[in-house]
């Protein structure tokens, strides 16, 4: 019952920080840097969440449902990353033929690449729902976006541009999932990366 309560409230909190951070980060993005500043981070966000369809495939309900385990954690892993490339290769030729260089090339591209790994560790999310830890995921969701979205705050006062903020946003982002969503899906599965031809051309039909 405790855990069943604590996973509610924790992915309520997760939810509500996701929804926040969008409008937060576009807020101070413009207040610091100006509305051209503002123009380009806005249209980052929209192509990036466009995009992360793409690297999310839909594959969560599928995969937190799939409580017979029809397929492996090595399964979803491996086939979420090639989502996620597939992902990038897209979004970045996106970029490059609707014309954008320099800076907005460099915002354009961090943003992705941020939501990309936002995509990505959906997939031990989806594990942890599965066996009934989602306070766990919920937990790391809240605090890493949470965590993410106050150092943007802080940074974009403290750099002539936001790339740099986005450069140190992806490094934060990367190292939690190393250290603390890794280290948790370490403790459920130990089998993350196995190439079944089969499995990911029935993965793909099914989500």
Do not use: H
Request: with cysteine.
């Amino acid at each position: 019952m405790r855990s069943t309560k604590a996973a509610f409230i924790w992915n309520i909190l997760g939810s509500i920080a996701v929804a926040a951070s969008s409008l937060l980060l576009l807020m101070f993005a413009g207040r610091a840097q100006g509305e051209s500043a503002a123009g380009v981070f806005s249209i980052a966000l929209a192509i990036s969440q466009l995009f992360s369809t793409i690297g999310l495939f839909e594959m969560r309900n599928f995969q937190s449902s799939d409580l017979k385990e029809k397929y492996a954690f090595s399964d979803y892993f491996t086939f979420r990353i090639f989502a996620c490339l597939v992902m990038m290769i897209l979004s970045t030729g996106y970029i490059i033929l609707k014309g954008y260089a320099g800076i907005e090339f460099k915002i354009l591209f961090s943003m992705c690449i941020y939501k990309m790994m936002d995509s990505f560790v959906d997939v031990c999310y989806g594990m942890l729902q599965q066996k009934n830890k989602l306070e766990i995921a919920g937990k790391s969701l809240f605090l890493r976006t949470t965590i993410c979205t106050l150092l943007f705050i802080v940074l974009v006062y403290r750099f002539d541009d936001l790339f740099m903020p986005m450069v140190v946003l992806n490094g934060v982002t990367l190292v939690w999932i190393i250290v603390y969503d890794f280290y948790y899906t370490r403790k459920y599965e130990k089998k993350w990366i196995i190439f079944n031809f089969q499995n990911m051309k029935l993965l793909f039909i099914e989500c």
